[in-house]
Each structure stands twice: as C-alpha cells, then as structure tokens.
C-alpha cells in the first residue's frame, strides 16, 4: 500500500483491479516493508471492523461469497457510493432517535456490505495463490525444462567438443597426410626432375648417337665408296685379265704369225732351193760364161751366205722373240695367276673386310699391301714391258737395218747384178738370146725377189702393225698406269680418309661405347626411377585413396560438424531467448544487494555479542535474497539493543554477505554481461553510500579484480568462442565521470577547446555519441588494465567524513560491442555501461563544506534524478526526466524499456552507517520493484 501510495495511490476499487494488482505484485513480490505490504489484502482500504463479530446471520453461496448485502442491494437498488453518501434523515434537525432508528439498518447494510467485500477480497486471495500456484508451477516446468535444455545443451557442447576433437585430429591426420603427401610430390617433382636430366641427356645422347649413326652412315657410304673401288679394282682386274687373254691371244697370233713366218721361211727356203736350182741350172748355163758365172756364182753364194746368215738371224730372233714371248707369256700367266690369287686375296679379304670394319681395315692395308706389291709388280712388269718394248724396238729396228741393209745389199747385188748384166748384156748383146733366157731367168729372179719384196713388205706390214700393236698395248699401258696413279692416289686419298675416319671411328666407337655404358647406366637408371616411380604412383594412389577416405571422413565429420554447429547455433538461440525470457521474469532491471566486511574500526564499534547490524535469510525461498537491517533507536549511544532497535526487511534479486568473493558476484552478473554481446544495451551501476565498496565491487584491484575487469575478460573470451560461430567483434572503451554535472575524459589529459563542451546525443538505434570523448580500440585485458589505470589516475577522488579515498563523481566505464558475422548476415550492437556512482551520503552526516558541499550535492541531484527516471519509466509515464541529470542522459539508452540494467546496492554492515544503510536499501526496493519493459536486442 505504502508503494501504491507512492507511485500514486491506487488503491483497487474492485476486485478484478485488486487481482491485477496482486498479480503485479506477486511478480515483483520484493523489498521492504512498503513491498511486503502489497502482499497483503487490501483490507486496509475497509477494514472497519469484521462482520463476523455482530453475530449477524451471513449467507454465503456455494462460491463461499456472502451474498446478504447483494441481495439486500438487489432489494433496495443499492450501490456501495450511494450506501456511504447514504445519510440519516430525522423528522427534524433535533430528531436523533429517528435518526438513530434509520442507523440500525444502515449499519446492518454496511455490516453486509463489508462482509461481502471481504469474501470478495477472500476469494481474490484464494485465486491469487492459485494463480501464484500455478504461475511457480509454471515457472518450475520452464525452469526442468531449462535444465533439460541445458543438460541437452551440455551433451550437445559435450559432442561438439568431441568431433571438434575428432574433427581436429582427423585435421591433424589430413594436415599430416597433406604433409606427406606434399613431402611425396616434392620427391616425385625431384624425381622427375632426376627424370627430365635424365631425359634430357638421354635426349642428349641420342642426338650424339644419330650423330654417330650419320658418321657411321657416312663410313658406311665411305665403305661402299670402298666396295664400289674394289669393284673398280675387280673390273680393273677383270681388264687386266681380258687384257692378259687379248695378250695371250695377240701372243698366239704372234705364234700363228711366227708359224706362218716359218712356213714363208720355209717357203722361201723352197725358193731359196728353187733359186739355189735355178742358179744351178743357171750356174750350168753359165758355166759356160765361166769367169762371170764364176762370179756371179761366187756373189750369189755371197749372198746366199748372207741371206742364211740373215735367215739365221732372222730365225734366231724370231727364236729369241719366241722364247721373250714365251718367257712373257709365262710371266704374265705367272702375274696372271699371281693377281688371280691376289684377286683371291683380295676378294677373300674384302669379305673380310665386309664384315667387320676392323677387318676391312685389315683388308684395306692388306689390299693396300697387295696394291703396292701389284704396284711394284706393275712398275717391275712396267720396266719388263719397257724393256721388251726397248727391245722389241732394237730389234725391229735391227730387223729394219738389217731388211735396209739387206735391201741396200739386194739393191747392190741388183745393181751390180744389173751392171754386171747390163755388162753381160753389154758383152752378150751378141748372145742376145743366150742372154735373153739369161734375162728371163733374171726376171723371173726378178719376180722371185718381188715375192721376196712382197713378203718383205708384208712382214714389214705386219711389224709396223705389231708396232702400232705395241703402241696400242704402250697406250693401254700407260692408261693402265695412268689408272694405276689415279688408283694409288684414289687409294692413298681413301686409304688416308680411311686411316682418318677409322681414327674417327674407333674415337667414335669408343665415344660410343662409353656413351653406351652411359645409356645403358641412364637406362638402368631410368628403369629403377621408372620403377621407383610406379612405386611411388602405387604409394600415391593409396596415398590419395587413404586421402580421399579422409577427405570423405572429414567432409563427413565436417557435416556432423556443422549440424553440431547448427545445433548449437540453434542451442544458442534458444540460451539467449531463454537467458532473456529468464532475465524478464527476474525483471529487466534487477537489484543486487552486497555488504562489505566490516573494517576493524566498524568491528570495534560493534556491540561484542550483539547480533549483526545486517542479518541474512538463509531458509526458504529468501535464501539468498532477503535481508534484514537492524536499526538501534537508541541514537546517543549508537548502540543497539534488542528492546531499542527497529528491524526492516528487504529482498532482493541476490544479497550477497560479507564473505562473498568478487568471483561470485561476478558469476551473477556474467549472464547480463553476455548479453551486451549478444546485442543487447546493458547497464550495472554501483549504488551506495560512501564507502560501501562500490569501487571494490565495480573495479576492484589487483588481487580481487571487480566488475568491470572481470566483464571484459568474459567479453574478450567469449568473443573469442563466438569467432568459431562466425562472429567478429570490434570492442572500444571510453571512460568518463561526471563531476559536478559535467563530463570528463578520462583518457585524455587534454583541455576542451574554449567554449566547447562534451555533449551526447542518441540516434534512433540507441547509439550514443560523445563529443571529444576518447573512444580506444581494445583487444587485450592488458589494453584495458592500462587505460583503467590511467582513468582511475585521472578521476577525482576526495577524502570525506565517510571515506579516505572517496570517489566524488559517477565514473562510467563505456563499451561498444560491434559484432558481426557473415555467415548468418548478422551485425549486433552492444553496449555496456558500468558505472560506479559516486557516494551517496546525506549531507547532515558529511558535513561537507565548500567544494565537497556541491560535489555531494551535485551527487545527491543525479542520484535522485536516477532515481526518478527509474520511477517514471515504471509507471509508464509519457515523459521519462532522462534530461535531468547528466548521468541519465547519458545513460537513457540503457535504461530505457529496451534495455537491461542491474543495481548494486552496496551496504556497509556497521550500526553507524545503518541510517545511510536504510536509505540506499529503500532506494534500492523502489528500484526493484520497477519493470522497465522487455530488452530488445540491437540485430542489424
Ligand atoms: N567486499 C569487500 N571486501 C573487502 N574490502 C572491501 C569490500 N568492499 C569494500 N571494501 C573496502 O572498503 C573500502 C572502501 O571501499 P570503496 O572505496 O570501494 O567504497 P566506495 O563505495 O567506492 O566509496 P566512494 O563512494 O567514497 O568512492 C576500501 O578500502 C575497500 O577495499
């Protein structure tokens, strides 16, 4: 009621405005006596004293409603306005007893009509704790079902850390398998680079093995050069032999010639013997011319001594010639059996040499061994051919002056025959008869001699013929020379270029042997890489089958992965829907209550065996959140005792007691602090008197870190998970306090520019924008801890009645949380203000002066401006005061209806502070008992 009164004073007027506000107020059924009074029925408003007690008979219907007073209204067309503007009406102004008659049953109405309120009021009590039944039924099966939530989320969290395990380990086996397989291929790229050398010299080598193979064709064509010119030597040969036939022909005609010769010889010997009878007969008929027959028998045997002796000369040259002949004839068989076996040699050779080109060489110096020998057997055959020619030619010439000679004598014998017969004719003109058969017998001697002349000039014919012969054959000799030159010089040239190129061979035979060993080293070498390489594609195959089985196990594991992903995306979204639906039902503004230890100073003033000043439920349903302040009334002595002391309730969200660590503060408010990640605008302020520990709950120190560091470790880790999700989050800080209503940067030592001042604004999306406030990007708790400290040296801090080091102004620590990720196309927007307000003391206990007077006062405004927004925005009113302070201006986004805010109520536990205690309590359960709307999360 005291809260009614407060926010208004609506006091129900009907049952079902009763109901409703029961409802309200069973949800935010916590706080102090005000709160707890709420609770209660609202019998205050009528509670006039019970029906029950006039003994008044009640009827009541089976709905346990006392229907008396509806149907007394029924009755009497009754309402409850006009029963109380009812008055008592006597038949004048002094006519009590009238008066008093008419009261009886005025009051009987009101009797009955109070009764029925009350029953009335009953079964609203009745249906409140059904419905408060039902509502904590309800809120015990989302809470199962939270649970269950969580457990499944926990499993799904346990899975997900499995395959992200397995997933991780299969990644290290792929990561490994690429390794190796990398590993595979660098030495497969290795080996086919060995390969490619190797190809490449193979390359290489076939290139000098074709060159060789050109060279060998050309030895090749150089040794069918050399077959052809052992043709030509064959044909030659063949010449040779032909010509030797021809000789030995021409020889046979020689002999047929010689024979012929003979047979002439022997004819003219039958002359000879026919003229040797005829100069017998002559001689006989000369006889009778006795001196000149005598003579002429004397010349004629002269001559016939000549002529035999020419005869015998001849004989015994044509003999000579004969036997030369013969003798050449059996030197050139000889040579034509010798060049026949050297033919043979040669041909037997030149298949040798066709075989191997070793052997033709042999052959070849072979051939040429029997070459020069031919040569010399040429040159000998030459000289033999030029002396037989030399004399052949002394002889013919012999033969010639001889035949000269012989004529010159024939002509002399004839002339002085025919001057001895002209003599004789002279002497025997007289004998003119005699002489004319002597005559005639000349003529016929005449005749016989022409014949001998004819066969003069026949066998003259046939000398110059066999000259011309010879002179053919000294031709063809010299053509044979000529041959045989060009065949020495031919044969010295190919013998010299064939010396070369088997030089050149055998240097390429060797080149190519080695070259061989080498090919055959590269082949082996190429069939080992070949092989190794087949190895390594066999290895690499079932390396890329295990790959591909693990590719197919990881895509598989990837999927699993993903639907974890998804599930726990999913799970996610339900946490934070559950989380917010969790936070409404605790009211998106909660109020955390926390004591501080008492100092040894507050120890001392204590009472040693008193009870506490602070006092914690630690049963039923308020365990953990109600409190109670025990407050002395005997304010001399600012001692308590049981009989003086006024004790006030109060609930909370959470009380935390003396002992609680920072840790478990933090663990409260962590869920909130994960909302500003989620996109949502938090806000956490510590309030309290000076002194309460609200720097210790807000900053902390090193040792005992408080809110504030602890948040952005959580923020810092947090974000770091959510990364795997595909969140990216830019977090900035900016630090201020307000002193004295107005703002300050507390990172910056710089002055405002003259006449400028920090002012904020606020866009539709709740984004706030600070002039010449400094907004730092931070990554780390070390970023952060530096620039705390950097704030915390910067703040303006005073020593005050309350506290040594006491803060004098709000310092709100800013956070701006942009996350986004692509994935799901999502950008959230966080903000998170902390804020530690400065000490809230009454001015009479601070007795502050001066300054200290308009710090506090200045506090106290903003506190209270605080306070009032809180209050305006609870009870829905269209104007919320956000401009009344700096603080809540600054503030309005987070504590708006779509936003989320926590209080600290920090609460010094000693006696002397308890009035100060009381004060930040009763704040603290105004506050509490507000709902400030449903948050709203900032998704672009
Ligand atoms: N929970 C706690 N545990 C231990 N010591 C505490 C606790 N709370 C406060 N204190 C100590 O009490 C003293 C005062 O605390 P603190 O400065 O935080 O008060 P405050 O409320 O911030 O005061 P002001 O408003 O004047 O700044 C400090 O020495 C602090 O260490």
Redesign the pocket.
């Known amino acids: 009621m005291e809260q009614n009164k407060m926010y208004g004073s609506r006091i129900p007027r009907a049952p079902k405005r009763a109901l409703k506000t029961l409802s309200q107020n069973e949800v935010n059924a916590k706080g102090a006596d005000g709160a707890e009074t709420k609770l209660k029925k609202p019998r205050l408003a009528l509670d006039n004293g019970s029906a029950g007690k006039n003994g008044t008979a009640e009827a009541k219907d089976a709905s346990g409603l006392d229907t008396e007073w509806l149907e007394m209204a029924e009755k009497n067309n009754l309402s409850v306005d006009t029963l109380l503007a009812l008055k008592m009406t006597g038949k004048g102004k002094w006519d009590h007893k009238g008066r008093c008659e008419q009261m009886m049953p005025y009051i009987r109405q009101l009797r009955a009509c109070t009764r029925y309120l009350r029953s009335c009021v009953d079964k609203a009590d009745g249906l409140k704790e059904s419905l408060v039944e039902g509502h904590e039924k309800d809120l015990a099966a989302r809470e199962a079902d939270l649970e269950k939530l969580s457990e499944k989320l926990s499993i799904l969290g346990e899975q997900f850390a499995e395959s992200k395990e397995s997933v991780s380990s299969m990644k290290e086996k792929n990561a490994q398998l690429k390794k190796e397989l990398e590993e595979r291929n660098l030495m497969d790229m290795d080996q086919k680079v060995e390969i490619a050398s190797l190809t490449n010299d193979l390359a290489h080598n076939k290139k000098v093995s074709a060159e060789k193979a050109q060279e060998i064709a050309k030895l090749q064509d150089n040794y069918v050069k050399s077959q052809e010119y052992a043709q030509n030597l064959q044909d030659f040969v063949k010449k040779l032999k032909e010509d030797t036939q021809r000789m030995n022909e021409s020889l046979l005609k020689i002999q047929e010639e010689k024979s012929e010769l003979v047979s002439s010889l022997n004819v003219s010997k039958g002359n000879e013997e026919q003229l040797n009878e005829k100069l017998r007969g002559s001689k006989e008929l000369v006889s009778e011319l006795k001196s000149q027959q005598e003579s002429l028998g004397e010349t004629l045997e002269a001559m016939k001594a000549d002529h035999a002796k020419a005869l015998e000369n001849m004989a015994s040259a044509f003999k000579d010639k004969e036997a030369e002949a013969k003798e050449r004839f059996d030197c050139l068989a000889e040579e034509k059996r010798l060049k026949e076996r050297e033919l043979r040699e040669v041909e037997t050779e030149h298949k040798k040499v066709c075989l191997t080109l070793e052997k033709c060489e042999n052959n070849l110096e072979s051939n040429r061994e029997s070459l020069r020998q031919l040569e010399i057997k040429c040159d000998s055959l030459q000289s033999k051919m030029a002396e037989e020619e030399a004399k052949h030619e002394q002889e013919i010439k012999k033969r010639i002056d001889q035949a000269e000679a012989e004529k010159e004598s024939f002509e002399r014998t004839r002339q002085a025959l025919e001057s001895s017969m002209e003599q004789k004719c002279k002497e025997l003109v007289d004998t003119a008869g005699q002489l004319s058969e002597t005559r005639a017998v000349l003529g016929d001697c005449q005749a016989q001699l022409a014949e001998m002349q004819g066969v003069y000039d026949r066998a003259k014919s046939e000398l110059s013929a066999k000259t011309r012969e010879c002179e053919g054959k000294t031709l063809d000799l010299q053509k044979a020379r000529e041959e045989l030159n060009r065949y020495h010089e031919i044969t010295g040239q190919s013998a010299e270029n064939m010396e070369k190129l088997m030089v050149k061979s055998r240097a390429l035979e060797d080149q190519n042997s080695t070259q061989n060993d080498v090919l055959e080293a590269i082949k082996s070498q190429y069939e080992m890489v070949k092989q190794k390489l087949s190895l390594y594609e066999v290895q690499n195959g079932s390396i890329n089958e295990q790959h591909q089985i693990a590719m197919k196990e990881l895509e598989a594991k990837d999927r699993l992965l993903r639907e974890a992903e998804e599930q726990i995306h999913e799970g996610e979204m339900l946490r934070k829907k559950l989380h917010n639906q969790i936070l409404e039902l605790k009211g998106n503004i909660r109020v955390f209550c926390r004591t501080?230890?008492l100092t040894d100073e507050e120890a001392s003033a204590e009472m040693p065996n008193g009870a506490p000043t602070i006092s914690y439920t630690s049963q039923g349903e308020k365990s953990g959140k109600g409190l109670q302040l025990h407050v002395a009334t005997n304010k001399q002595a600012k001692k308590r005792s049981s009989s003086g002391e006024s004790c006030y309730n109060f609930d909370f969200d959470r009380a935390f007691q003396q002992d609680a660590s920072q840790e478990e503060v933090f663990e409260e408010i962590s869920q909130l602090v994960q909302s500003a990640l989620d996109g949502y605008k938090v806000c956490i302020f510590a309030y309290?008197q000076?002194?309460?520990?609200?720097?210790?709950t807000m900053i902390g120190n090193s040792d005992q870190p408080g809110m504030i560091p602890r948040s952005l470790e959580q923020i810092f880790q947090s974000g770091e998970k959510m990364k795997e999700q595909g969140w990216d989050y830019t977090i900035s800080v900016s630090m201020m306090e307000i002193y004295n209503e107005e703002y300050k940067d507390l990172l910056s030592k710089k002055k405002l520019p003259a006449g400028k001042q920090h002012t904020v604004k606020h866009d539709q999306k709740g984004k706030t924008t600070m002039t010449y406030m400094t907004d730092v990007k931070v990554t780390s708790m070390e970023k952060v801890e530096s620039l705390l400290a950097k704030a915390m040296s910067l703040r303006s801090v005073a020593a005050?009645q309350?506290?040594e080091?006491?803060?004098r102004s709000h310092f709100v620590f800013r956070l701006n949380i942009d996350g986004a990720n692509q994935s799901l196309g999502q950008n959230v927007n966080g903000v998170l203000n902390l804020v530690?307000l400065?000490?809230s003391e009454r001015l009479s206990k601070s007795q502050a002066t001066g300054d200290r007077l308009k710090e506090t006062q200045s506090i106290n405004k903003s506190l209270s401006a605080l306070g009032d927004v809180i209050m305006a925005i609870n009870n829905g009113d269209s104007h919320v005061p956000y401009r009344n302070s700096k603080l809540t201006w600054l503030l309005q986004p987070c504590l708006g209806n779509q936003s989320k805010a926590l209080m600290f109520v920090?609460v010094a536990p000693s006696q002397e502070s308890a009035q100060e205690t009381l004060c930040s309590l009763r704040f603290a359960s105004k506050v509490n008992a507000c709902e400030i709307g449903t948050a709203k999360r900032f998704v672009s």
């Open positions: 501080r230890p309290g000076t002194g309460s520990g609200k720097t210790h005050t309350c506290n080091h006491s803060s530690d400065a000490g920090n």
